[in-house]
């Protein structure tokens, strides 16, 4: 750790913790710690008050990391270690020159973009625009594909709007039965569950739906240990009991939706009895969540990428928002659907132009009134736009099949993150330029030729939008170290050496927020009645907000959904195999997730010291009967082998997982990279790969 990295521009400055999508607010203060510096959790923001989580309280740690990189590095082609310190306008003008001669030679297209869910909402916007823009390419898209894609597409489907949450947090303690289904809110968003245990506190029922029994497992009333795939299976069999047993909301479901009659036909031969049979989940299980949801007063289904992250995703996403909606619990007090997004800013992530076929506030880069209304914000023709581009993982094809040239990563390390990540380590390789813009040499720097210094949560005004679609200031806490420079600063300077600088003149980071908010105006995500002085007087303001006198949305679909005759869509699921089923040769399901001492790659908290000792290294969780199958003794470790490839790990054998179902955590790169054998099949609306089910062997290892 080196204390004399950064230095506080005030006394007591405040910030938001950098980590999961709640945002916390926190603040930093002078202390006797070795770096001389503390983080306290702030009394003033209004989402979890008070409180932060073991990885909110440690933020500091890899802002201050002695591994930091300080000054823009760059290495020759076949030398991936040995790195050299260049100036800045080095770096700007050779990347530029390199990139002009790859654009001559191959077009436009011949440069990617791969952005994060965890940049400010103005970086994001200025990403998206840099790329179509100053590179003219239509090659963009981020990590947020691998977390909130599915939920997203069925949200537009369903409601025909994409916030995370259709109900503000503070309506969860409202709610008389709440369903929380692949999702791990007890690690994965700690500072979640006192809203939970108040509304538990209150009378309300909790039930779990995951293959793991899990810390959030521990508080609910029911918990159904499905085998990951059989979502859509069991939420048929809910919504056949409701239907056979005239549990629904009648008449909202005739004056507020259509497709009534379609589900009712698809969830026809899912009784109970069947599902059990499916599913293993016992008939009078079914029958009470079922009875217990539609009976209930109010009531929340909150999903997460249990059960997105598969082909299947959305369909199966759209199954547990029709049991919101046939019950009519929607756009009122204590009742919503929420998918609980995972990246600190995974929601504004995807809403202002990283997304491959989005603009800014949410509009698709193929509408010709999008592309007119964006093109005349940024000053430019709208035939100079580009069209969509494709997804993340297929971008990264394209690299492997050598049709981008030239990638440049900002806030995220695909070489972890991604599936099947041997092919992405393989398409790095190939790339003739790689330009890695982070704070650390992450697994996916190592193969980057230039490595440039950006900045951290705690140095980058900005602003964010969080899991319930609440868009807050995050101030400027610290000085940036070294010779690191805003992040915001690195793409106008690149958008300035490639010639186009005159499209990116802006007086600091207020001025994008402000071009931003104009270039949302009249899109589904409206920013354009939010300012900084709101924000900053307000704490907070929910979107969709069309006008500076209006006061945010906190509560969506309270008279109308968001489709052109505003009635809301049921869909009829049917459900479908996974990709990779088991079979005799592999057949058992390898899942992955996270934990609660880390997050994403682990390129930052991997870093943390405090958080890192609870959890130095992945542990797979077995079942005793898959222990006792394969002769697990004490000490053994296992192997675990798909169709790409296989590792090894240290075991734990416990009761509270599926007994065909293996899990491991995904937050490591190298030999402990789960992420080699992942399955890369991608769904076939929201191309969201199928990280939670891979067909896997296991065996001991002595």
Known sequence: MKS?????????????????????????MPSEKTSGLTIKP????????????????????HVLHADRILEPLTREIGEPRRWRTVSWDHAFADIAERIQGLQATYGPDAIGVYGGGSLTNEVSYLLGKFTRVALRSKYIDYNGRYCMSSAAAASNQAFGIDRGMTMPLTEVPNAKYIILAGTNIAECQPTMMPYLLEAKKKGAVIVTIDPRNTMTSKVADIHVRLQPGFDSVFINGLLHVMVEEKLVHHRFIE????????????VKPFTPARVEELTGVLEAVTRTIARGFAKAETGIVLTARGLEQQVNGVENTLNYINLSLITGKIGRKGCGYGAVTGQANGQGGREHGQKADQLPGYRLIEDPAAREHVAKVWGIDPSELPGKGVSAYELLQKIDEGEIKALIVLGSNPLVSSPNNRMVERALQKLELLVVVDMFETETARYAHYLLPGSSFAEAEG???????????????????????????????????????????????????????????GGKADYSG??????????????????????????????????????ARLFGI?????????????????????????????????RTEALNKKAPVPIAEIHPWLAKRIGLSLDNKIRI???RGSLIFEVKVTEGIQPRTVFVPFHWGDEHSINQLTNDALDPTSRMPEFKICAVKVERVE
Not at 255 to 266: I, N
Not at 542 to 558: D, I, K, Q, S, V
């Open 641 to 643: 082998t798909s169709r």
């Open 255 to 266: 004056e507020r939706t259509v497709g009534f009659e379609q589900l009712k036909e698809a």
């Open 574 to 606: 049917k459900p479908k195999m996974p990709a990779e089923p088991i079979d005799s040769d592999y057949p058992f399901v390898l899942t992955t997730g996270r934990l609660a001492n880390h997050y994403l790659s682990g390129a930052q908290t991997r």
């Open 4 to 28: 004399a990295l950064l230095t506080l521009p005030k006394e007591q400055p405040s910030s938001h913790c950098c980590f999961c999508s709640m945002q916390c607010g926190l603040e930093i």
């Open 463 to 521: 602003t964010m939008t969080n899991l319930e679609g609440r868009v807050f200031h995050r101030q400027k806490a610290m000085e940036l170290p070294g010779n690191s420079r805003l992040d915001f600063h690195i793409i106008c300077q690149l958008a300035e050496a490639l010639g186009r600088g005159t499209y990116f003149q802006y007086a600091g980071i207020e001025d994008v927020f402000r071009e931003l908010a104009a270039a949302t105006a």
């Open 42 to 61: 702030s009394p003033n923001f209004p989402v979890a008050t008070s409180r932060l989580c073991q990885k909110g309280l440690n933020a500091l740690d």
């Open 530 to 567: 939010i300012t900084y002085e709101r924000l900053q007087e307000e704490k907070g303001i929910f979107w969709p907000c069309p006008a500076p006198n209006h006061p945010g949305t906190p509560l969506l679909f309270e008279n109308h959904f968001n489709h052109s005759d505003g009635k």
